[in-house]
């Protein structure tokens, strides 16, 4: 018998993107699919009138009375779905066409893997490609292999991805963090642990760059929050922590490049989208996350960033109300060079 997937569309109010997420699950070559489309923006009859029109068969539509959290709104759609297979698809982005028979084959074949994922690029409004994961991508990663390179082969993020929809249930699904921030990622190594992990190059998955998403509208409060509570998952979780007691030494060298991949992304979005929304005193505040400041190189990092923050802003003082000064230091930089 041929197994179902379940694939998720959680809809909050971007429903311009919709259609190209339905098209591309209707354009999949494997026809075993429960398609759920979940409304979480109290859109009226919107979002079931465009599946109708977009999508050719049957699926499921379910609508919640009020907003609930991403994370939530996730785990709901988990909960109601009868598949063997679980996949969330955003609903802005969009499945190659043979996505789904690629990594279930994977899945339907090795049992040791827990997650199967494809070749992802980065897309923007018109399709154009910004960026692609890897092609060097090994086929199959252990769990220690995959977190010790969790930066290292170019996806945006994990959104995406096959799974077994008892497993999902099985380790609590998706934990809470503000606009869902780090929420995949704790998904991920939580079924990973333990287990292998499948990258097919025969199939893809487009992920739209898109500053109206809820992650791309978080605020700096929110981000430290949703960094400090995944560095907290690290240490608490109780899938992890059993596996930690069995294997200390593997675990440790797992999570380094996790908690290093974490305050790097903090990092990178505090120095610059947000160094160039606050103002110098209320940015310098952001960076002081106690969370990440207990981390020697998140310190060292911040430390230099102030250094040069506060670098610009004086020589941009200076040549509003001192200008001679500015040529004398350029003068002097010049001749030590």
């Known amino acids: 018998m041929n197994p179902v997937v379940t694939i998720g569309i959680p809809v909050y109010k971007r429903l311009h993107c919709l259609p190209r997420a339905l098209q591309s699950v209707a354009a999949q070559d494997y026809p075993y699919i429960e398609l759920i489309v979940s409304d979480n923006g109290m859109n009226g009859n919107k979002v079931k009138e465009i599946a109708e029109k977009w999508y050719p068969r049957p ?19 988990i909960q109601e779905a009868s598949g063997e297979y679980f996949a969330m698809l955003d609903d802005d982005d969009v499945l190659g066409p043979r996505w789904v028979s690629e990594l279930l084959s994977i899945l339907n074949d090795s049992p040791e893997v827990a997650i199967a994922m494809a070749q992802q690029e980065a897309v923007d409004a018109s399709g154009t490609i910004l960026a692609r994961s890897s092609p060097t991508i090994p086929d199959y990663l252990t769990a220690e292999e995959f977190f010790k390179t969790w930066s290292q082969w170019g996806f945006t993020n994990y959104t995406t991805f096959l799974s077994r929809t008892n497993a999902l249930r099985q380790c609590a699904g998706y934990p809470d963090y503000p606009r869902g921030f780090h929420i995949e990622d704790a998904v991920i190594i939580k079924l990973s ?39 907290k998952f690290l240490d608490t ?21 996790l908690v290093t991949a974490a305050w790097q992304t903090y990092f990178h979005k505090w120095n610059t989208v947000f160094r160039q929304k606050m103002s110098l005193g209320s940015w ?31 020589i941009l003082a200076l040549k509003r109300h001192m200008p001679w000064v500015v040529k004398v230091y350029q003068a002097l930089a010049s001749r030590s060079k």
């Open 59 to 77: 699926f499921r539509f379910r609508q919640n009375t009020t907003t609930v959290n991403v994370s939530a709104h996730y785990n709901q759609i």
């Open 237 to 257: 979780d109780p899938l992890i922590l059993e596996h930690a007691r069995c294997q200390p030494d593997t675990w440790k060298r797992s999570k380094e490049p």
């Open 284 to 314: 310098m505040k952001a960076g002081m996350v106690g969370s990440l400041m207990r981390i020697s190189a998140y310190r060292s990092a911040v430390r230099s960033a102030y250094f040069h923050a506060i670098e610009e802003w004086l």
């Open 193 to 231: 642990v333990g287990h292998k992990i499948a990258f097919s190059k025969q199939c893809v998955f487009r992920l739209l760059r898109d500053e109206s998403s809820m992650v791309s509208s978080i605020n700096i409060q929110e981000l430290a929050e949703a960094t400090r509570l995944f560095l």
